[in-house]
């Protein structure tokens, strides 16, 4: 199983990315999609989340209305649109998987989460 993640780089404060987590080697259907991100010095904290094949979004208050979360189930990849970002969004992100039971013991626990992909960096300059 390995998830991919890519789409990081530098952006002006007030600027667009748009991350993608490829996922492969197993079926995902009954699996919650989540982004992290871990900022220097910082916990790795939830971002957002999605249930594979649709169902109802989950994002940290921090990102509320300008990060978007959204799957592609015959690409098998899942992707987190990010506008108007600011400087405290820099951090490396993660996407991860975890089994529906699993994660809706806690959805930020990264514990309930089974697979992480590599992580890529944001940089968003002032």
């Known amino acids: 199983v390995q998830l991919q993640a890519s789409g990081g780089g530098l952006v002006q404060a007030g600027g667009s990315l748009r991350l993608s987590c490829a996922a492969s080697?197993?079926?995902?259907?009954?699996?919650?999609m989540g982004w992290f991100r871990q900022a220097p010095g910082k916990e790795r904290d939830i971002v957002a989340a999605?249930?594979?094949?649709?169902?109802?979004?989950y994002y940290a208050n921090s990102v509320k209305g300008r990060f978007t979360i959204s799957g592609d189930s015959a690409e098998n990849t899942v992707y987190l649109q990010m506008n108007s970002l600011k400087p405290e969004d820099t951090a490396v992100y993660y996407c991860?998987?975890?089994?529906?039971?699993?994660?809706?013991?806690?959805?930020?626990?990264?514990?309930?989460?089974?697979?992480w992909g590599q992580g890529t960096l944001v940089t968003v300059s002032s």
């Open positions: 999605i249930t594979w094949g649709g169902g109802s979004a």
């Open positions: 991860a998987a975890g089994e529906r039971r699993s994660v809706q013991a806690g959805l930020g626990a990264r514990s309930n989460y089974e697979y």
């Open positions: 080697g197993r079926t995902f259907s009954s699996y919650v």
